[in-house]
């Protein structure tokens, strides 16, 4: 065990690298999530963000560093070990990812059906609840493709909810949504968090929904945490790549006429050398 | 110097090629062992065993292909009877021709004709299906669900198509036998009982099960590449596109190799 202390932090990410083939996308990160809390994990696109719950929920393996889960480091453990502490978590992906071959109350099963011995009675009054804690009441034999996109959001947070989860994790909740239903999705989340204890860790670009539900804010930007802390830390944060980020700057086109030069010719020095 | 350079380059080709075929084979092989394991050792191990996926595949995959395997190999029957007629009526034989066309049948084209057809409509889906799945997060959606993709997506196509492949190519075996019946009552002088009685006369049980163990080899590759290129699809609907198509090439290709080496087999383990 660290001294980072399992028992007040849900997760714990140590010092964590993580590369696709020979680049690495995340140099180094390290933070707390408390129990109980709601961290956005902010950053433009390509900052490394998703790959960063990736790893939390142990889709990507990192190439070192600890990534710390209710105690239990999970950066070596096999997929089957790790499916013991998955069964702990639930996911609601960016594009819901229901199965599109079962009935939106069969996806919010499936879970239940594998993993548990409940009786089918018990299950399908277990459904009805997720369902109507998402607002889908109504919607229990529709196929998911028969949804608009924030109701299968709605509908993958009901399944990522199926086995009463100790942490929950959003990717881009809000993304590809109009602004009613994506501040709809907002409050779904608020009201879930005041419904249950959960941990909740939402990756987002998007700042109003961010500042709406996050007790805290972790800042990523090329593979490197940037910023961290509370809202009003985060707003008062000076770290220019972060007022970037707040006062909505598009990035210069170019930084340095030398920086260009060698971009343009680098690949030619590369190949001769 | 380019030339030496390039003449270097033909080894290294090689080598690359060779490894990387022997990597494919050995992803093939990972999928099918993993598969047995959750099919066959899994639920003695206190691992849940849903056989409903399975029947499903078996539908899918053999149960719907029936008329088409029926309709492409009673024609071939067919072909064959009129294609050994021509030799055999030359040589005053043609009451050979049911012999001919029940060995060709029961020994190649029965299992690889069933191959065929089962590539072009259950191995191009898998890939399709995995990959679709794969691009839409579904395949990760299961891993966070803390699901095997393995044992949800794999073993089940594994099983129906074991039971499945031996099936359709005893029916398309009788079904080229009916065929290659067709000319032999209508220009060979056969009768339909006569036709059958020679047919039976001809072929001996080794006919048969050579033909049925091939069928279930190629169900096995069927199954493996179409996963795989499935699994292996990146991000993105073209990608999908292309997985689905390599599945089909790859696996006509391995089909045919794994039919030449294990007829090779058959021939030098008995000749006669």
């Known amino acids: 065990m660290t001294d980072t202390g399992a028992s007040e932090a849900a997760i714990s990410v140590v010092n964590l690298r993580v590369s696709y083939g020979e680049r690495e996308i995340l140099h180094g990160i390290t933070f707390d999530i408390p129990r109980g809390e709601t961290v956005a994990i902010l950053g433009g696109s390509g900052s490394g963000k998703s ?53 939106v109350g069969e996806n919010v099963a499936l879970p239940l059906r594998e993993h548990t011995d409940l009786e089918d009675s018990t299950i399908e009054i277990m459904v009805r609840i997720k369902l109507g804690q998402v607002g889908l009441s109504a919607f229990e034999d529709f196929m998911p493709s028969e949804l608009s996109g924030g109701m299968k959001k709605r509908a993958a947070v009901a399944r990522a909810l199926a086995m009463d989860p100790e942490i929950l994790f959003f990717d881009e909740p809000s993304a590809g949504l109009d602004p009613i239903i994506a501040a709809g999705l907002d409050e779904l989340i608020l009201n879930l968090k005041k419904a249950y204890s959960l941990t909740m860790v939402v990756v987002t670009h998007e700042l109003a929904s961010a500042f709406l539900i996050a007790d805290r804010m972790v800042y990523v930007d090329r593979g490197h945490i940037v910023a961290l802390g509370t809202k009003e830390e985060f707003l008062a944060s000076k770290h220019p790549r972060v007022r970037q980020f707040l006062d909505r700057v598009p990035e210069p086109e170019v930084t340095e006429e030398l920086d260009y030069l060698q971009m343009l010719t680098g690949d030619r020095k590369n190949a001769k050398s | 110097m380019k030339i030496l350079e390039r003449v270097e380059a033909i080894p290294r080709a090689v080598g690359a090629l060779t490894i990387n075929s022997f990597a494919y084979i050995g992803g093939l092989a990972s999928l099918a062992g993993q598969s047995a394991y959750v099919t066959f050792v899994g639920p003695f191990r206190g691992q849940r065993f849903r056989p409903q996926r399975a029947l499903d595949q078996a539908m899918a995959v053999g149960v719907e292909a029936i008329a088409i395997v029926s309709l492409i190999t009673f024609f071939v029957g067919l072909i064959m009877a009129l294609q050994s007629a021509y030799v055999l009526r030359r040589l005053g034989a043609m009451q050979l021709v049911a012999g001919t066309v029940a060995v060709s049948i029961l020994r190649e084209l029965g299992p690889l004709l069933t191959a065929i057809v089962v590539i072009g409509r259950s191995g191009s889906a898998f890939a399709a299906e995995i990959g679709t799945k794969k691009v839409t997060e579904e395949v990760d959606a299961l891993r966070t669900m803390a699901f095997d993709p393995v044992a949800f997506l794999v073993a089940p196509k594994f099983l129906a198509m074991l039971v499945m492949m031996p099936c359709l190519t005893i029916w398309a075996d009788f079904m080229g036998v009916v065929g290659g019946s067709v000319f032999g009552v209508t220009g060979a002088g056969f009768t339909l009982g006569s036709y059958f009685q020679a047919t039976r006369d001809a072929i001996v049980v080794r006919d048969i099960y050579t033909g049925l163990i091939k069928s279930v080899l190629f169900g096995l590759v069927i199954t493996a590449v179409g996963c795989k290129e499935g699994f292996s699809t990146g991000a993105g609907a073209e990608e999908v596109g292309r997985s689905t198509t390599s599945a089909v090439v790859t696996s006509i290709a391995l089909v045919i190799v794994v039919d030449l080496v294990f007829t090779t087999l058959f021939y030098l383990i008995n000749p006669t």
């Open chain 1, 51 to 103: 790959t960063l719950l990736r790893t939390l929920v142990g889709l990507e393996k990192p190439t070192s560093g600890e990534v710390w889960i209710g105690g239990v480091n999970t950066a070596n453990l096999s997929e089957r070990q790790m499916d013991a502490i998955r069964k702990r978590m639930g996911m609601s992906f960016q594009g819901s990812a229901l199965f599109g071959s079962m009935t």
